[in-house]
């Protein structure tokens, strides 16, 4: 299992308010790589299945609506310790409590629109890398 790349979604909200290009130039800053990219949109199919982990959750159907109301940037980041190193600067899920610098800090509203999502480990990067991207948009 690699351990150099994690996968990355800039959320609707992100995209909505234009932060991509600040977001993605922190990413850059940070020494990651990006090995794949692209703006789409997930479809309630696509947001049910990537998200099924949280089907028993209250905040499900919520989170299914949201991600589905706008396109996302996901992404494929490549570095030393991607995983954890990207979780760092993500920072906390609600942006009260995620430390200043942080990507969630700059520019997300809510623990609910939290502007990017971060692989939490190794194999959920893969999983999750492969649920968007083929092999040959991976370089």
């Known amino acids: 299992m690699r351990t150099d ?19 993605l130039e922190k990413i850059n800053a940070s020494g990651f790589r990006i090995v794949a990219m692209k ?3 997930m479809t309630t199919a696509d947001a049910k299945e990537f998200y099924a982990v949280h089907r028993e959750r209250p905040f499900y159907g ?9 396109p996302i940037v996901a992404a494929i980041l490549e570095k030393e310790n ?17 430390a200043e610098g942080t990507i969630r800090k700059l520019y997300a509203a809510s623990i609910g629109e939290n502007a990017v999502h971060g692989s939490d480990s ?18």
Not at 62 to 70: A, F
Not at 82 to 88: G, I, K
């Open 5 to 23: 790349r994690t996968f990355t979604m800039l959320k609707p909200d992100a995209v909505e308010k234009g932060h991509i290009g600040a977001i």
């Open 39 to 41: 703006l789409t949109q």
């Open 62 to 70: 919520e989170l299914v609506e949201y991600m589905t109301r706008g």
């Open 82 to 98: 991607a995983v954890e190193d990207f979780r760092t600067l993500i920072g906390a899920t609600n942006p009260a409590d995620a």
């Open 122 to 139: 190794d194999e959920n990067a893969a999983i999750e890398s492969a649920f968007h991207f083929a092999g040959r948009e991976m370089f």
